[in-house]
Protein backbone atom coordinates (compact mmCIF):
# COMPACT_ATOMS: atom_id res chain seq x y z
CA UNK A 1 0.00 0.00 0.00
CA UNK A 2 1.47 3.47 -0.68
CA UNK A 3 1.79 5.99 1.84
CA UNK A 4 -0.62 8.79 1.91
CA UNK A 5 1.25 12.43 1.12
CA UNK A 6 2.64 13.71 3.85
CA UNK A 7 1.70 17.02 5.26
CA UNK A 8 3.63 19.72 5.35
CA UNK A 9 3.92 22.61 8.81
CA UNK A 10 2.03 25.70 6.80
CA UNK A 11 4.36 27.56 8.86
CA UNK A 12 7.55 26.04 7.02
CA UNK A 13 6.39 25.10 3.80
CA UNK A 14 8.13 26.87 0.70
CA UNK A 15 5.64 28.80 -1.36
CA UNK A 16 4.66 26.70 -5.40
CA UNK A 17 6.19 28.63 -7.76
CA UNK A 18 3.99 30.02 -10.92
CA UNK A 19 4.95 31.56 -13.99
CA UNK A 20 1.81 33.17 -14.97
CA UNK A 21 1.66 32.29 -18.34
CA UNK A 22 -1.53 34.45 -19.26
CA UNK A 23 -0.09 37.70 -17.06
CA UNK A 24 3.15 37.07 -19.16
CA UNK A 25 0.48 37.48 -22.68
CA UNK A 26 -1.07 40.22 -21.12
CA UNK A 27 2.60 41.76 -20.56
CA UNK A 28 3.51 41.22 -24.54
CA UNK A 29 -0.06 42.84 -25.75
CA UNK A 30 1.07 45.69 -23.18
CA UNK A 31 4.38 46.24 -24.76
CA UNK A 32 2.67 45.92 -28.08
CA UNK A 33 -0.08 48.36 -27.50
CA UNK A 34 2.57 50.75 -25.98
CA UNK A 35 5.60 50.32 -28.81
CA UNK A 36 3.41 50.14 -31.61
CA UNK A 37 0.42 51.71 -30.79
CA UNK A 38 -2.37 50.48 -33.18
CA UNK A 39 -5.12 51.52 -31.34
CA UNK A 40 -4.45 55.43 -31.96
CA UNK A 41 -4.06 54.62 -35.67
CA UNK A 42 -6.44 56.90 -37.46
CA UNK A 43 -7.71 54.15 -38.96
CA UNK A 44 -8.86 52.05 -36.42
CA UNK A 45 -9.87 55.24 -34.17
CA UNK A 46 -10.64 53.54 -31.06
CA UNK A 47 -11.49 55.84 -28.23
CA UNK A 48 -11.88 53.07 -25.45
CA UNK A 49 -9.49 53.12 -23.10
CA UNK A 50 -7.40 49.99 -24.21
CA UNK A 51 -3.96 49.93 -22.67
CA UNK A 52 -5.07 51.30 -19.18
CA UNK A 53 -7.25 48.39 -19.16
CA UNK A 54 -4.48 45.90 -20.66
CA UNK A 55 -2.40 47.77 -17.76
CA UNK A 56 -4.59 47.46 -14.62
CA UNK A 57 -5.62 43.40 -15.85
CA UNK A 58 -1.73 42.75 -16.13
CA UNK A 59 -1.07 44.17 -12.78
CA UNK A 60 -4.13 42.51 -11.10
CA UNK A 61 -2.87 38.95 -12.89
CA UNK A 62 0.60 39.78 -11.52
CA UNK A 63 -0.87 40.47 -8.25
CA UNK A 64 -2.55 37.02 -8.13
CA UNK A 65 -0.83 34.74 -9.73
CA UNK A 66 2.76 35.34 -10.38
CA UNK A 67 4.65 33.18 -8.12
CA UNK A 68 7.59 33.97 -5.82
CA UNK A 69 7.37 38.26 -6.59
CA UNK A 70 10.40 39.87 -7.35
CA UNK A 71 11.45 43.34 -5.18
CA UNK A 72 14.87 44.92 -5.00
CA UNK A 73 16.08 48.41 -4.54
CA UNK A 74 15.26 49.56 -7.96
CA UNK A 75 11.51 48.98 -7.00
CA UNK A 76 12.42 50.93 -3.40
CA UNK A 77 14.54 53.49 -5.44
CA UNK A 78 11.05 54.33 -7.61
CA UNK A 79 8.75 54.82 -4.62
CA UNK A 80 10.96 56.92 -2.96
CA UNK A 81 11.02 59.29 -6.21
CA UNK A 82 7.16 59.09 -5.88
CA UNK A 83 7.27 60.72 -2.46
CA UNK A 84 9.79 63.25 -3.68
CA UNK A 85 7.81 64.09 -6.50
CA UNK A 86 4.85 64.57 -3.64
CA UNK A 87 7.60 67.03 -1.68
CA UNK A 88 8.31 68.66 -4.78
CA UNK A 89 4.59 69.48 -4.97
CA UNK A 90 4.50 70.74 -1.27
CA UNK A 91 6.79 72.60 -1.64
CA UNK A 92 5.51 74.78 -4.20
CA UNK A 93 2.74 75.14 -2.40
CA UNK A 94 0.57 73.13 -4.54
CA UNK A 95 0.30 70.74 -2.28
CA UNK A 96 -2.32 67.60 -3.87
CA UNK A 97 -4.49 70.33 -6.13
CA UNK A 98 -2.54 68.81 -9.23
CA UNK A 99 -1.24 65.57 -9.18
CA UNK A 100 -1.56 64.45 -12.46
CA UNK A 101 1.82 64.35 -13.65
CA UNK A 102 3.01 62.73 -10.18
CA UNK A 103 -0.22 59.41 -10.40
CA UNK A 104 1.55 59.12 -13.96
CA UNK A 105 4.67 58.36 -12.71
CA UNK A 106 3.07 55.19 -11.27
CA UNK A 107 1.43 54.21 -13.87
CA UNK A 108 3.90 54.60 -16.81
CA UNK A 109 6.84 53.86 -14.42
CA UNK A 110 6.74 51.97 -11.26
CA UNK A 111 3.93 49.53 -12.54
CA UNK A 112 5.59 48.95 -15.70
CA UNK A 113 8.87 48.50 -14.33
CA UNK A 114 7.85 45.74 -11.80
CA UNK A 115 5.87 43.87 -14.33
CA UNK A 116 8.72 43.52 -16.56
CA UNK A 117 10.87 42.77 -13.62
CA UNK A 118 8.44 40.11 -11.92
CA UNK A 119 6.98 38.13 -15.44
CA UNK A 120 10.56 38.02 -17.03
CA UNK A 121 11.28 34.95 -14.91
CA UNK A 122 13.33 33.37 -18.13
CA UNK A 123 15.17 33.92 -20.71
CA UNK A 124 12.75 33.16 -23.49
CA UNK A 125 10.40 35.65 -22.24
CA UNK A 126 12.72 38.85 -22.22
CA UNK A 127 13.70 37.84 -25.73
CA UNK A 128 10.40 37.78 -26.51
CA UNK A 129 10.08 41.36 -25.29
CA UNK A 130 13.04 42.18 -26.91
CA UNK A 131 11.55 40.88 -30.07
CA UNK A 132 8.47 42.95 -29.72
CA UNK A 133 10.97 45.89 -29.25
CA UNK A 134 12.46 45.26 -32.64
CA UNK A 135 9.10 44.15 -34.27
CA UNK A 136 8.04 48.23 -33.19
CA UNK A 137 11.22 50.02 -34.22
CA UNK A 138 10.50 47.93 -37.85
CA UNK A 139 7.17 50.31 -37.74
CA UNK A 140 8.74 53.16 -36.86
CA UNK A 141 11.05 53.12 -39.68
CA UNK A 142 7.97 51.62 -42.50
CA UNK A 143 6.53 54.87 -41.25
CA UNK A 144 8.95 57.27 -41.36
CA UNK A 145 9.64 55.82 -45.03
CA UNK A 146 5.75 56.91 -46.12
CA UNK A 147 5.93 60.25 -44.27
CA UNK A 148 9.86 60.67 -46.67
CA UNK A 149 8.14 59.63 -49.78
CA UNK A 150 4.72 61.35 -48.93
CA UNK A 151 4.64 65.27 -50.78
CA UNK A 152 2.97 66.13 -47.82
CA UNK A 153 4.94 64.40 -45.16
CA UNK A 154 2.03 62.04 -44.05
CA UNK A 155 2.33 58.39 -42.71
CA UNK A 156 -0.45 56.49 -41.72
CA UNK A 157 -0.67 57.56 -38.40
CA UNK A 158 1.41 61.06 -38.35
CA UNK A 159 3.10 63.89 -40.34
CA UNK A 160 6.13 64.59 -40.16
CA UNK A 161 7.72 67.85 -38.39
CA UNK A 162 9.17 71.22 -40.73
CA UNK A 163 11.67 72.67 -39.00
CA UNK A 164 13.16 76.42 -40.05
CA UNK A 165 15.84 76.75 -37.70
CA UNK A 166 18.79 76.69 -40.42
CA UNK A 167 19.28 77.68 -44.23
CA UNK A 168 16.84 75.04 -45.56
CA UNK A 169 14.04 73.94 -44.14
CA UNK A 170 14.14 70.54 -42.48
CA UNK A 171 11.79 67.66 -42.57
CA UNK A 172 12.21 65.29 -39.28
CA UNK A 173 10.16 62.20 -38.97
CA UNK A 174 8.28 60.73 -36.31
CA UNK A 175 5.76 58.05 -34.74
CA UNK A 176 2.54 58.58 -32.39
CA UNK A 177 1.80 58.05 -28.63
CA UNK A 178 5.11 58.21 -26.96
CA UNK A 179 7.20 58.60 -30.13
CA UNK A 180 5.21 61.61 -31.35
CA UNK A 181 8.84 63.64 -31.13
CA UNK A 182 11.57 62.88 -33.82
CA UNK A 183 13.87 62.88 -30.54
CA UNK A 184 11.91 60.20 -28.86
CA UNK A 185 11.76 57.78 -31.40
CA UNK A 186 15.43 58.33 -32.04
CA UNK A 187 16.54 57.27 -29.07
CA UNK A 188 14.51 54.42 -28.88
CA UNK A 189 15.93 53.00 -32.07
CA UNK A 190 19.51 53.80 -31.16
CA UNK A 191 18.72 51.88 -27.92
CA UNK A 192 17.74 48.44 -30.32
CA UNK A 193 20.59 48.79 -32.34
CA UNK A 194 22.59 46.45 -29.77
CA UNK A 195 19.50 44.36 -29.03
CA UNK A 196 19.70 44.15 -33.04
CA UNK A 197 23.13 42.71 -32.91
CA UNK A 198 22.24 40.69 -29.85
CA UNK A 199 20.44 38.57 -31.74
CA UNK A 200 22.93 39.07 -34.64
CA UNK A 201 25.81 37.24 -32.92
CA UNK A 202 23.22 34.70 -31.14
CA UNK A 203 22.54 32.85 -34.18
CA UNK A 204 24.69 30.60 -36.32
CA UNK A 205 22.39 30.54 -39.52
CA UNK A 206 23.54 32.50 -42.50
CA UNK A 207 20.14 33.35 -43.91
CA UNK A 208 19.26 34.75 -40.09
CA UNK A 209 22.37 36.67 -39.96
CA UNK A 210 21.34 38.04 -43.61
CA UNK A 211 17.68 38.87 -41.96
CA UNK A 212 19.55 40.78 -38.81
CA UNK A 213 21.80 43.00 -40.83
CA UNK A 214 19.22 44.16 -42.94
CA UNK A 215 17.05 44.75 -39.76
CA UNK A 216 19.87 46.72 -38.78
CA UNK A 217 20.30 48.94 -42.08
CA UNK A 218 16.52 49.30 -41.74
CA UNK A 219 16.38 50.82 -38.40
CA UNK A 220 20.15 52.78 -39.09
CA UNK A 221 17.64 54.87 -41.68
CA UNK A 222 15.02 55.64 -39.12
CA UNK A 223 17.40 57.24 -37.23
CA UNK A 224 18.57 59.20 -40.15
CA UNK A 225 14.91 59.91 -40.81
CA UNK A 226 14.33 61.32 -37.52
CA UNK A 227 16.93 64.19 -38.24
CA UNK A 228 17.66 63.89 -34.78
CA UNK A 229 21.53 64.97 -33.49
CA UNK A 230 20.70 63.68 -30.15
CA UNK A 231 20.57 60.18 -31.32
CA UNK A 232 23.36 60.64 -33.69
CA UNK A 233 25.43 61.69 -30.28
CA UNK A 234 23.69 58.73 -28.53
CA UNK A 235 24.30 56.04 -32.36
CA UNK A 236 27.86 57.31 -31.83
CA UNK A 237 28.41 56.55 -28.38
CA UNK A 238 26.72 53.23 -28.90
CA UNK A 239 29.60 52.39 -31.92
CA UNK A 240 32.61 53.51 -29.48
CA UNK A 241 30.97 51.11 -26.98
CA UNK A 242 30.79 47.93 -29.50
CA UNK A 243 34.20 48.60 -30.43
CA UNK A 244 35.32 49.00 -26.54
CA UNK A 245 33.93 45.29 -26.14
CA UNK A 246 35.12 44.30 -29.12
CA UNK A 247 38.87 45.50 -29.85
CA UNK A 248 39.67 46.81 -26.48
CA UNK A 249 40.82 50.23 -24.70
CA UNK A 250 43.80 50.75 -27.42
CA UNK A 251 42.34 49.60 -30.28
CA UNK A 252 39.10 51.44 -29.99
CA UNK A 253 40.87 55.08 -29.90
CA UNK A 254 42.97 54.09 -32.58
CA UNK A 255 40.12 53.33 -34.67
CA UNK A 256 38.04 56.16 -33.55
CA UNK A 257 40.55 58.16 -35.13
CA UNK A 258 40.86 56.65 -38.10
CA UNK A 259 36.75 56.79 -38.50
CA UNK A 260 36.78 60.56 -37.59
CA UNK A 261 36.55 61.39 -41.48
CA UNK A 262 33.46 59.26 -41.59
CA UNK A 263 31.71 60.84 -38.52
CA UNK A 264 32.28 64.11 -39.94
CA UNK A 265 30.37 63.09 -43.25
CA UNK A 266 27.62 61.84 -41.04
CA UNK A 267 27.41 64.91 -38.80
CA UNK A 268 27.13 66.75 -42.13
CA UNK A 269 24.10 64.66 -43.14
CA UNK A 270 22.04 65.72 -39.96
CA UNK A 271 21.25 69.29 -38.87
CA UNK A 272 24.06 71.63 -38.17
CA UNK A 273 25.42 71.02 -34.29
CA UNK A 274 26.83 74.57 -33.25
CA UNK A 275 26.39 77.60 -30.94
CA UNK A 276 24.91 79.68 -33.47
CA UNK A 277 22.40 77.78 -34.47
CA UNK A 278 18.94 78.96 -33.16
CA UNK A 279 18.28 75.08 -31.56
CA UNK A 280 21.71 75.12 -30.45
CA UNK A 281 20.71 78.91 -28.02
CA UNK A 282 17.61 77.42 -26.96
CA UNK A 283 19.13 74.63 -25.53
CA UNK A 284 21.44 76.64 -23.33
CA UNK A 285 18.92 79.02 -22.58
CA UNK A 286 17.37 76.09 -21.18
CA UNK A 287 20.10 74.79 -19.66
CA UNK A 288 20.49 77.96 -18.18
CA UNK A 289 17.04 78.41 -16.71
CA UNK A 290 17.64 75.05 -15.14
CA UNK A 291 20.49 75.97 -13.33
CA UNK A 292 18.30 79.19 -12.04
CA UNK A 293 15.66 76.91 -11.33
CA UNK A 294 17.72 74.77 -9.11
CA UNK A 295 19.26 77.38 -6.90
CA UNK A 296 16.18 78.82 -6.95
CA UNK A 297 14.85 75.04 -5.02
CA UNK A 298 17.79 73.46 -4.45
CA UNK A 299 15.94 70.41 -2.09
CA UNK A 300 12.90 69.32 -4.01
CA UNK A 301 12.52 71.67 -7.06
CA UNK A 302 9.45 72.62 -8.54
CA UNK A 303 7.86 69.75 -9.39
CA UNK A 304 7.74 66.89 -12.08
CA UNK A 305 6.70 68.05 -15.56
CA UNK A 306 7.06 71.70 -13.97
CA UNK A 307 9.59 72.73 -16.37
CA UNK A 308 7.57 74.15 -19.37
CA UNK A 309 5.33 76.54 -16.12
CA UNK A 310 8.97 78.33 -16.10
CA UNK A 311 10.42 78.54 -19.53
CA UNK A 312 9.25 78.53 -22.90
CA UNK A 313 10.90 75.31 -23.85
CA UNK A 314 11.75 71.70 -22.57
CA UNK A 315 15.36 71.70 -20.75
CA UNK A 316 16.66 69.24 -23.52
CA UNK A 317 18.78 67.44 -20.72
CA UNK A 318 17.42 64.60 -19.01
CA UNK A 319 19.48 65.07 -16.38
CA UNK A 320 19.07 69.27 -16.04
CA UNK A 321 15.45 68.35 -16.24
CA UNK A 322 15.14 65.84 -13.15
CA UNK A 323 17.86 68.77 -11.37
CA UNK A 324 15.76 71.50 -11.79
CA UNK A 325 12.36 69.51 -11.31
CA UNK A 326 12.92 67.48 -8.46
CA UNK A 327 16.22 69.24 -6.51
CA UNK A 328 19.02 67.71 -4.98
CA UNK A 329 16.69 64.45 -3.20
CA UNK A 330 14.96 63.39 -6.73
CA UNK A 331 18.58 64.13 -8.56
CA UNK A 332 20.43 61.79 -6.17
CA UNK A 333 17.34 58.84 -6.41
CA UNK A 334 16.80 58.44 -10.05
CA UNK A 335 20.78 58.79 -10.77
CA UNK A 336 21.43 56.31 -8.36
CA UNK A 337 17.92 53.67 -9.97
CA UNK A 338 20.06 54.94 -13.26
CA UNK A 339 23.99 53.52 -11.52
CA UNK A 340 22.44 50.31 -10.05
CA UNK A 341 21.27 49.06 -13.69
CA UNK A 342 24.81 49.78 -14.52
CA UNK A 343 26.15 48.02 -11.88
CA UNK A 344 23.51 45.03 -12.56
CA UNK A 345 24.49 44.49 -15.64
CA UNK A 346 28.36 44.96 -14.96
CA UNK A 347 28.48 42.53 -12.38
CA UNK A 348 26.49 39.77 -14.61
CA UNK A 349 29.91 40.61 -16.84
CA UNK A 350 32.12 40.32 -14.18
CA UNK A 351 30.88 36.72 -13.11
CA UNK A 352 33.04 33.77 -13.01
CA UNK A 353 33.38 31.64 -16.10
CA UNK A 354 32.66 28.19 -14.74
CA UNK A 355 31.57 24.78 -16.36
CA UNK A 356 27.84 24.92 -16.59
CA UNK A 357 25.05 22.36 -16.82
CA UNK A 358 23.53 21.01 -20.16
CA UNK A 359 20.18 23.23 -20.62
CA UNK A 360 21.60 26.19 -18.53
CA UNK A 361 21.49 29.93 -20.59
CA UNK A 362 24.22 31.49 -18.44
CA UNK A 363 26.27 32.35 -21.36
CA UNK A 364 23.56 33.81 -23.86
CA UNK A 365 22.54 35.44 -20.23
CA UNK A 366 26.08 37.38 -19.96
CA UNK A 367 26.31 37.85 -24.06
CA UNK A 368 22.47 39.93 -23.45
CA UNK A 369 23.96 41.60 -20.52
CA UNK A 370 26.60 42.96 -22.86
CA UNK A 371 24.60 44.38 -25.18
CA UNK A 372 21.85 45.80 -22.98
CA UNK A 373 24.75 47.79 -21.22
CA UNK A 374 25.32 48.52 -24.88
CA UNK A 375 21.63 49.87 -24.91
CA UNK A 376 21.87 51.84 -21.77
CA UNK A 377 25.05 53.80 -22.92
CA UNK A 378 22.95 55.06 -26.14
CA UNK A 379 20.28 56.30 -23.67
CA UNK A 380 23.05 57.79 -21.19
CA UNK A 381 24.48 59.76 -24.31
CA UNK A 382 20.77 60.50 -25.96
CA UNK A 383 19.49 61.72 -22.86
CA UNK A 384 22.40 64.51 -22.31
CA UNK A 385 20.30 66.28 -25.55
CA UNK A 386 17.06 65.74 -24.73
CA UNK A 387 14.73 65.69 -21.85
CA UNK A 388 13.74 62.30 -21.04
CA UNK A 389 13.91 61.46 -17.71
CA UNK A 390 10.56 60.00 -17.20
CA UNK A 391 9.98 58.10 -20.57
CA UNK A 392 8.24 54.32 -20.38
CA UNK A 393 10.80 52.44 -22.42
CA UNK A 394 14.07 53.56 -20.35
CA UNK A 395 12.35 51.68 -17.12
CA UNK A 396 11.38 48.94 -19.58
CA UNK A 397 15.02 48.45 -20.34
CA UNK A 398 16.19 48.85 -17.03
CA UNK A 399 13.60 46.11 -15.66
CA UNK A 400 14.96 44.03 -18.24
CA UNK A 401 18.29 44.07 -16.62
CA UNK A 402 17.38 43.88 -13.24
CA UNK A 403 15.65 40.58 -14.29
CA UNK A 404 18.39 39.00 -16.04
CA UNK A 405 20.63 39.85 -12.99
CA UNK A 406 17.75 38.27 -11.00
CA UNK A 407 17.67 35.18 -13.33
CA UNK A 408 21.58 34.87 -13.27
CA UNK A 409 22.00 35.40 -9.48
CA UNK A 410 19.41 31.91 -9.17
CA UNK A 411 22.44 29.95 -11.04
CA UNK A 412 24.69 29.57 -7.96
CA UNK A 413 27.36 28.14 -9.88
CA UNK A 414 27.99 31.45 -11.50
CA UNK A 415 29.09 33.22 -8.57
CA UNK A 416 27.60 36.28 -9.08
CA UNK A 417 28.27 39.08 -6.04
CA UNK A 418 24.87 40.49 -4.84
CA UNK A 419 24.15 43.90 -4.38
CA UNK A 420 25.13 44.94 -0.90
CA UNK A 421 24.22 48.26 0.76
CA UNK A 422 27.79 49.55 0.80
CA UNK A 423 27.55 49.32 -2.86
CA UNK A 424 24.57 51.53 -2.72
CA UNK A 425 25.59 53.96 -0.50
CA UNK A 426 28.92 54.37 -2.76
CA UNK A 427 26.27 54.77 -5.57
CA UNK A 428 24.17 57.82 -4.11
CA UNK A 429 27.56 59.25 -2.82
CA UNK A 430 28.31 58.91 -6.89
CA UNK A 431 25.03 60.30 -8.00
CA UNK A 432 25.67 63.49 -5.29
CA UNK A 433 29.43 63.75 -7.23
CA UNK A 434 27.73 63.66 -10.59
CA UNK A 435 25.25 66.52 -9.49
CA UNK A 436 28.29 68.97 -8.59
CA UNK A 437 30.05 67.80 -12.03
CA UNK A 438 26.67 68.71 -14.02
CA UNK A 439 26.03 71.64 -12.41
CA UNK A 440 30.19 72.80 -13.28
CA UNK A 441 29.92 71.19 -16.61
CA UNK A 442 26.81 73.06 -17.78
CA UNK A 443 27.94 76.23 -16.31
CA UNK A 444 31.57 76.09 -17.92
CA UNK A 445 29.34 74.90 -21.23
CA UNK A 446 26.94 78.56 -20.59
CA UNK A 447 30.50 80.47 -20.44
CA UNK A 448 32.22 79.31 -23.71
Known sequence: MSAGPKRVNGFKQEPIASPASFGFFLLCVYTSLVLIRPHEWPVFDIQFQVLRVILVLTFFTYVFTLKPK????????????????????????????????????????????????????????????????????????????????????????????????????????????????????????????????????????????????????????????????????????????????????????????????????????????????QSSLDRLTAWYEGIQMFKHRPLFGFGKERFLEYHSKVAHNSYVTVMAELGVFGYVLWTSFLLITFVYLIKILNTKKVAQPNGSNYAEEVILAKYLLISMVGYCSTAFFISRSYIMFFYMFAAMAAASFVRVEKNKSANLKPLVSSEVFKLFIFSVVSLICLYILITILLSL
Not at 85 to 104: C, K, N, P, Q, T
Not at 122 to 135: E, G, N
Request: with cysteine; net charge positive; charged share 15%.
Open 70 to 277: VWNIQCTLLILLFFSMLLSEIRAYRYFSDLGAVIDWINSNIIPYILFLGFLSTLRRQKTILLISILSCVVFTLHSYVQVTSLLGEGWAETVITRYDGPEPIKQARYIGIFNDPNDMGMFLVMNIPIALYFFVSTDRFMKKIFWVGILIWMLLGIYWTGSRGSLVGLLAVMAAIFYFKFGKVKSIILGMVSLPIIAIALTSFRSIGKDD
